[in-house]
């Protein structure tokens, strides 16, 4: 069977399953009825068949299907839906400048591509933008008329925004291929290209403005799901105890391409970053063309690999609430320092207030099967002075260790929970003295 090829027709998201080497004229005319697209020398030496192909102008008669995974194509029906082709109609209409109107489709939508380059283009101008597609009744100078007439008018978008299916740079673009295709979100590839599948269909997520911003508003740090690690560590407005955390993992190369919202997605209890996300008590921000869900990233964990996240949606950023993050305790435990994945990890952060514990928290990964964070247990300490908190550190330490049931991996239960009580009395002496 052959490979479909799917790309956006019009704003449709199509998918062709025939020869790929056919002509994108003869398949915009034959199999999807689109014979606005004229078919004239098949040589690329009239423009009939003109029409816009990821924002630029090209002959159909010479764009084989094969090459068109993930492009966006605009035919004149499609530009016939836009303000832009209405300025251009009108002027072409008041110059006469449409005879038997073989050449007008291509004709448009040269003058289209041109006016996107060129924002008052003079006579000579005009002539070598149209200058391949040929009128042989009209003649050009009632179109350069209509084209310098069109110019005139401001402010108008003459092409449609486009952009490749795959490489979306736009999260509404981004949205449509994750609805209408199966296709893998895709950020740094870190995770994904360890088992690279043959013939995925990848959702190239890093040029999504949203998702490659760090931003702040009065509640939250909001990190861009594509926002490499190397990107956490270098900004001003990422909290120390996330930065170390980043520092943490692998080495420079994976890190320069790995991000926050890759490790959050992959799901696995062993992610670093995620384990801090998850102790900052951090959201995520989902989005789809149904609209925007806010989650708990506690919430979002389901099990093991298993994710509150549907087929149709999208990590698009994580909000870090703002809070004092400045006492802190982290400690990944591998088998070496670099490219180590956890063997055990935690982190616990404090917050004092008027001499009162006034926010606690720990977190464990690598541990179960989704990252622990033991809200109710920790909240013990909440409201208590340093003297209280030491005289109650018996019966936290107890309710942890009743709490803490790891699972079986490279190393033993018990290995597990003995690191994980020590981790966790090594930060209550460094916290609490
Ligand atoms: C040699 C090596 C060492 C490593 N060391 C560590 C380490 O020390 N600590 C650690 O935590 N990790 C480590 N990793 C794993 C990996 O680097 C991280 O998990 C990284 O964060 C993945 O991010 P990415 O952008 O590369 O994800 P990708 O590989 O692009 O994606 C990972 C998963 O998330 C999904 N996804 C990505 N973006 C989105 C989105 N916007 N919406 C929905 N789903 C999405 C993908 O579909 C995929 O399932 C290591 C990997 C390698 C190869
Ligand atoms: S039919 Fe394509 S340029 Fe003539
Ligand atoms: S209007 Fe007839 S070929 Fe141009």
Same mark, same amino acid.
């Given at each position: 069977?052959?490979?479909?090829?799917?790309?956006?027709?019009?704003?449709?998201?199509?998918?062709?399953?025939?020869?790929?080497?056919?002509?994108?004229?003869?398949?915009?005319?034959?199999?999807?009825?689109?014979?606005?697209?004229?078919?004239?020398?098949?040589?690329?030496?009239?423009?009939?068949?003109?029409?816009?192909?990821?924002?630029?102008?090209?002959?159909?008669?010479?764009?084989?299907?094969?090459?068109?995974?993930?492009?966006?194509?605009?035919?004149?029906?499609?530009?016939?839906?836009?303000?832009?082709?209405?300025?251009?109609?009108?002027?072409?209409?008041?110059?006469?400048?449409?005879?038997?109107?073989?050449?007008?489709?291509?004709?448009?939508?040269?003058? +289209? %591509? *041109?006016?996107?380059?060129?924002?008052?283009?003079?006579? $000579?101008?005009?002539?070598? =933008?149209?200058? !391949? #597609?040929?009128?042989?009744?009209?003649?050009?100078?009632?179109?350069?008329?209509?084209?310098?007439?069109?110019?005139?008018?401001?402010?108008?978008?003459?092409?449609?925004?486009?952009?490749?299916?795959?490489?979306?740079?736009?999260?509404?673009?981004?949205?449509?291929?994750?609805?209408?295709?199966?296709?893998?979100?895709?950020?740094?590839?870190?995770?994904?290209?360890?088992?690279?599948?043959?013939?995925?269909?990848?959702?190239?997520?890093?040029?999504?403005?949203?998702?490659?911003?760090?931003?702040?508003?009065?509640?939250?740090?909001?990190?861009?799901?594509?926002?490499?690690?190397?990107?956490?560590?270098?900004?001003?407005?990422?909290?120390?105890?996330?930065?170390? +955390? %980043? *520092?943490?993992?692998?080495?420079?190369?994976?890190?320069? $391409?790995?991000?926050?919202? =890759?490790?959050? !997605? #992959?799901?696995?209890?062993?992610?670093?970053?995620?384990?801090?996300?998850?102790?900052?008590?951090?959201?995520?921000?989902?989005?789809?063309?149904?609209?925007?869900?806010?989650?708990?990233?506690?919430?979002?964990?389901?099990?093991?690999?298993?994710?509150?996240?549907?087929?149709?949606?999208?990590?698009?950023?994580?909000?870090?609430?703002?809070?004092?993050?400045?006492?802190?305790?982290?400690?990944?435990?591998?088998?070496?320092?670099?490219?180590?994945?956890?063997?055990?990890?935690?982190?616990?952060?404090?917050?004092?207030?008027?001499?009162?514990?006034?926010?606690?928290?720990?977190?464990?990964?690598?541990?179960?099967?989704?990252?622990?964070?033991?809200?109710?247990?920790?909240? *013990?300490?909440?409201?208590?002075?340093?003297?209280?908190?030491?005289?109650?550190?018996?019966?936290?330490?107890?309710?942890?260790?009743?709490?803490?049931?790891?699972?079986?991996?490279?190393?033993?239960?018990?290995?597990?929970?003995?690191?994980?009580?020590?981790?966790?009395?090594?930060?209550?002496?460094?916290?609490?003295?």
């Amino acid at each position: 069977m052959r490979p479909s090829i799917i790309f956006n027709l019009n704003n449709n998201i199509t998918e062709y399953t025939g020869d790929p080497s056919n002509r994108l004229l003869d398949v915009l005319r034959l199999v999807y009825q689109l014979t606005g697209t004229k078919c004239g020398c098949k040589e690329g030496e009239c423009g009939a068949c003109s029409v816009i192909l990821d924002g630029k102008l090209v002959n159909s008669c010479l764009v084989a299907m094969g090459s068109l995974a993930g492009a966006h194509v605009i035919t004149i029906e499609g530009y016939a839906t836009t303000e832009a082709f209405q300025v251009l109609s009108d002027a072409y209409k008041e110059e006469s400048a449409v005879q038997c109107g073989y050449c007008i489709p291509g004709m448009v939508l040269a003058s +289209a %591509c *041109l006016l996107a380059s060129c924002q008052q283009p003079d006579e $000579a101008q005009i002539r070598r =933008g149209i200058a !391949g #597609n040929l009128c042989r009744c009209t003649g050009y100078n009632s179109i350069v008329r209509a084209v310098s007439n069109a110019s005139k008018q401001e402010q108008i978008n003459w092409i449609p925004s486009t952009s490749n299916l795959y490489v979306p740079t736009s999260l509404d673009s981004a949205m449509q291929t994750r609805a209408y295709t199966t296709c893998i979100p895709y950020t740094g590839g870190t995770d994904l290209m360890v088992e690279a599948r043959r013939d995925a269909n990848y959702l190239f997520l890093n040029q999504v403005p949203e998702m490659r911003e760090i931003v702040e508003d009065s509640k939250y740090i909001r990190i861009g799901a594509a926002v490499t690690f190397t990107e956490l560590i270098d900004h001003a407005l990422i909290p120390q105890i996330v930065k170390d +955390a %980043c *520092l943490e993992i692998a080495a420079p190369a994976i890190r320069n $391409a790995g991000t926050l919202g =890759g490790n959050i !997605g #992959n799901g696995s209890a062993k992610a670093d970053a995620a384990l801090i996300c998850m102790l900052l008590d951090a959201e995520l921000r989902l989005e789809s063309i149904r609209g925007r869900r806010d989650i708990m990233l506690r919430d979002f964990y389901r099990g093991n690999k298993r994710l509150d996240l549907a087929t149709d949606e999208l990590i698009v950023e994580i909000l870090i609430p703002k809070r004092n993050f400045d006492t802190y305790y982290h400690k990944k435990v591998g088998a070496r320092n670099a490219l180590a994945i956890a063997r055990t990890s935690f982190a616990a952060v404090i917050e004092w207030k008027d001499g009162r514990i006034h926010h606690f928290a720990t977190a464990f990964g690598a541990v179960s099967e989704v990252i622990l964070r033991p809200y109710e247990i920790d909240a *013990l300490f909440v409201g208590h002075t340093k003297e209280e908190a030491q005289e109650m550190r018996l019966k936290y330490m107890t309710a942890m260790y009743a709490y803490i049931q790891p699972i079986r991996g490279r190393v033993s239960e018990q290995y597990r929970k003995d690191v994980c009580m020590n981790l966790l009395s090594d930060a209550l002496d460094v916290f609490l003295g």
